[in-house]
Nanobody, 122 residues
Framework: QVQLVESGGGLVQAGGSLRLSCAASGSRFKINDMGWYWQAPGKQRELVATINSDEETKQADSVADRFAISKDSASNTVYLQMNSLKPEDTGVYFC????????????????WGRGTQVTVSS
């Protein structure tokens, strides 16, 4: 298994910034993609941003000019720098990873963190 542990959420005023971190740990795995999804109360989980092993990124249009994803491959950690936060950014942010697993059953699998709450006050 791959464990994903998020940190960095909290309460911030509109216009403020937060930096989320997510560290992947485990054994006999290789990260393909890592990223962040967001879930507002009563809504489905939505993509925020992902980054792959080639440093290629995808971002939701709503955050493209405010959020930036980056990673440290050496430590299997992904970051989400969130600037100019808005009340509508409030929700739980989940870390995501797709990884190759090198033990039975072999193959590529998706993993999720438990989520970190981000609350933006107006």
């Amino acid at each position: 298994q791959v464990q994903l542990v998020e940190s960095g959420g909290g309460l911030v005023q509109a216009g403020g910034s937060l930096r989320l971190s997510c560290a992947a740990s485990g054994s006999r795995f290789k990260i393909n993609d890592m990223g962040w999804y967001w879930q507002a109360p009563g809504k489905q989980r939505e993509l925020v941003a992902t980054i792959n092993s080639d440093e290629e990124t995808k971002q939701a249009d709503s955050v493209a000019d405010r959020f930036a994803i980056s990673k440290d491959s050496a430590s299997n950690t992904v970051y989400l720098q969130m600037n100019s936060l808005k009340p509508e950014d409030t929700g739980v942010y989940f870390c995501y990873s797709n990884a190759n697993i090198y033990y039975y059953p072999y193959g590529s699998r998706d993993f999720w963190g438990r989520g970190t709450q981000v609350t933006v006050s107006s």
